[in-house]
């Protein structure tokens, strides 16, 4: 079993729609989330980041952390074609300097 | 600040020559990390530093590849000698390490090395 979890996709929404992008981790003691955006060909940035349990809303993005679960997910309301990309779920131990990445989901929006 | 820097943003060599990318850290930023991303395997870690001192080079796929960082502002990663399944974009990220939670790291622009 990988560390972090994410379906690999491709995940194709319509423009204007909700995209729901999943994660899971295996390690209980992870503090800090991470979501990262990677259009093809460029380098990861970082879109949200989640320390608490509920939800965090950033404009259209609303990353949801539920750690008995162990499952961390960003919602994209109001889905753009500019929105389309790998996303990559990050999860990092309290005092750690690395971050465990999962292999990413790639998101189609289609107009 | 111009962000993370990486150098060269393009290299193509031949099996069996020395390959250094190096890369400048955001000034103030305490971790680095050195990545490869191919299509197969995604984004690995290979190494990262803490405060200039390698903290985990579990990633390091072989004696092959080694990394420095003999400064806060600057680090290499090297192979020597290459090979074709070397072939992938590597990325330099640097964080700042603060209390207990882990900051966002910052990547740079990756160089794409093809070994031919």
């Known amino acids: 079993q990988k560390e972090v979890e994410q379906n690999s996709g491709p995940l194709s929404v319509p423009e204007g729609a909700i995209a729901s992008l999943n994660c899971t981790y295996s390690?209980?003691?992870?503090?800090?989330f991470f979501w990262y955006r990677q259009y093809s060909g460029k380098s990861p940035e970082l879109i949200m980041f989640?320390?608490?349990?509920g939800d965090k809303e950033d404009g259209r993005f609303t990353a949801q952390l539920n750690k008995a679960s162990q499952y961390v997910s960003l919602l994209i309301r109001d889905s753009q074609p500019s929105d389309s990309a790998t996303y990559l779920c990050?999860?990092?131990?309290?005092?750690?300097?690395?971050?465990?990445f999962g292999d990413g989901t790639t998101l189609t929006v289609k107009p | 600040d111009a962000g993370v820097i990486q150098s060269p943003r393009h290299e193509v060599t031949e099996m069996g020559q020395e390959v250094t990318l190096r890369c400048k850290p955001i000034?103030?930023?305490?971790?680095l990390f050195w990545y490869r991303q191919t299509m197969m395997r995604g984004l690995e870690l290979l190494i990262y530093?803490?405060?200039?001192?390698?903290?985990?080079d579990s990633g390091m796929p072989e004696d092959r590849f080694s990394a420095k960082m003999p400064n806060a502002s600057f680090s290499t990663l090297k192979i020597q000698p290459s090979e074709p399944r070397d072939s992938a974009v590597y990325f330099c990220?640097?964080?700042?390490?603060?209390?207990?939670?882990?900051?966002?790291?910052?990547f740079g622009q990756g160089t794409r090395l093809t070994v031919v």
């Open positions: 530093f803490n405060n200039n001192v390698p903290i985990d």
């Open positions: 000034s103030g930023h305490n971790s």
């Open positions: 990050a999860v990092k131990r309290p005092n750690a300097g690395k971050s465990t």
């Open positions: 989640i320390y608490s349990n």
């Open positions: 990220a640097s964080s700042l390490l603060w209390q207990d939670l882990g900051t966002e790291a910052f």
């Open positions: 390690d209980r003691g992870s503090q800090s």
